[in-house]
């Protein structure tokens, strides 16, 4: 028989409640259209809680409903103790509650629904706390909340209740992702959510209240955790950090806000002259009339100052709105788009000046979706000598900063012999290198295959 749900309930001490809390989650479950089975793994508990799994277990097993019980003989933390019990899982969706049910379990069926339409592949209750003036409250509240903006400033995340103890999947979706996981404690809640992120899965947050069980002593260190935590994410960071800035939104850095900081930014970069040579080499090889698409097109300035004259079909798609604006006023065809998850329209030529290392270490693919949709060529610039590429000086990572388009890589930057060896490792066609701008930027001319 085929399971929906597979519902891990980690144990550790939660006898006084346990019966009494999993026959609430079993009444909603069975209001439900779902079939479920229980999986409960318990952490070596010092109370009774080990005979209350054997009496509900037993009372499942008589009710037809699937039971698991695994007993650890030590301590495996939070994260691996979920981890194993997805691993256990039978079911198409499985995830877990906190059993003290402190979030309550009414909120189960509509996280189930999110992920049986397919509408999410991850979802969670995000918790909000009812309001009790008391030290411990205010404490816990503040670093919940510290600890939102925290993860979404360092992992560029959405501002997502990262630790809630209340998380489904589609399970299918979810394994190859746990496989990347290192940390078994708290901080894999955090982590399992950023590698969900990063690899793309939809994610729904539900909002809950959250009411504190005055008979339960929580198992949360506040002063040693918190500093655990802070350790955890420098960690992850310094591990998925490319990662973590193909996946998230930021705010975009001044040059991107303020469009007229970024033309005094490149004026300042390149000499006038060399800015029109750049220009020039990409519109040389333009045929008059000829559809062209220009990714990243910023203010569109390949298109105003050469391609307008000769009649090109021109399309400029950029992630930054605060570019396209200005250019749909100047009748120029463009509109906002994001390279990382839509198509790139067919066109005679597809063109990207000064902004594939946003793209690092997805370079490679981005180049081959452009050519599958160039009919005659691809054509980039790349800037190959540049400050933030030589230096990690103050100077160069407050220029970072400032040139964030708001997603994608800011930290790297390609040498002459990096790009090249990124043309060499292709199956491209490469039909002609060069460098111009005073060896600034290197041009790259590649062969369509649309």
């Not at 950029?318 to 604006?325: E, K, M, S, V």
Request: aromatic residues 8%.
């Amino acid at each position: 028989m085929s399971i929906d749900l597979s519902l891990i309930i980690p144990c550790l001490n939660e006898a006084p409640h346990l019966e009494k809390n999993v026959a609430v989650v079993e009444e909603v479950l069975s209001a439900t259209r779902f079939s479920y089975e229980l999986i409960f793994i318990d952490e070596v508990s010092e109370d009774e809680t080990r005979e209350a799994v054997s009496r509900i277990a037993e009372d499942a097993r008589a009710r037809g409903v699937p039971c698991r019980v695994v007993l650890h003989q030590e301590r495996r933390g939070r994260g691996g103790t979920v981890m194993e019990g997805l691993r256990l899982a039978q079911g198409r969706m499985a995830g877990f509650l906190d059993i003290d049910l402190e979030v309550s379990a009414v909120y189960l069926p509509m996280l189930l629904a999110e992920i049986d339409s397919g509408r999410a592949e991850v979802a969670i209750v995000g918790r909000h706390y009812s309001l009790v003036l008391t030290p411990v409250f205010i404490l816990r509240h503040i670093l919940s909340v510290g600890y939102r903006w925290l993860a979404q400033s360092v992992l560029a995340l959405p501002r997502l209740d990262t630790e809630t103890g209340y998380k489904f999947f589609n399970r299918g979706k979810i394994l190859p992702i746990i496989d990347e996981c290192v940390h078994q404690g708290w901080f894999w809640d955090t982590e399992v959510m950023a590698l969900a992120f990063t690899h793309g899965l939809e994610i729904r947050e539900q909002p809950g209240l959250f009411l504190r069980n005055k008979d339960k002593k929580s198992t949360v260190r506040i002063f040693r955790d918190t500093v655990d935590y802070f350790k955890a994410l420098r960690e992850f960071s310094a591990r998925h950090g490319e990662q973590l800035l193909i996946a998230g939104r930021r705010q975009p850095g001044l040059f991107y806000r303020f469009p007229l900081l970024y033309t005094l930014f490149m004026k300042a970069a390149y000499r006038k002259k060399s800015l029109r040579e750049r220009f020039q080499k990409v519109a040389r090889r333009i045929e008059p009339g000829s559809r062209v698409v220009e990714l990243c097109c910023g203010q569109g300035h390949l298109y105003l100052s050469h391609l307008k004259e000769v009649g090109a079909d021109y399309t400029g798609l950029d992630l930054n709105p605060h570019f396209i604006r200005p250019l749909e006023n100047c009748g120029a065809n463009c509109r906002v788009f994001d390279l990382w998850t839509e198509e790139i329209p067919r066109a005679d030529y597809v063109i990207m000046m000064s902004s594939l290392y946003h793209f690092h270490p997805r370079s490679a693919e981005i180049l081959e979706r452009m050519a599958a949709a160039a009919e005659k060529e691809v054509i980039i610039t790349e800037p190959v000598h540049n400050i933030l590429g030589r230096s990690r000086s103050w100077l160069a990572l407050i220029l970072a900063r400032m040139a964030d388009p708001g997603r994608g890589n800011t930290t790297f930057r390609y040498t002459p012999e990096s790009l090249q060896e990124l043309l060499d490792g292709s199956d491209l066609e490469v039909l002609e290198t060069e460098t111009v701008s005073q060896g600034r930027e290197m041009v790259a001319v590649i062969k369509g295959r649309g």
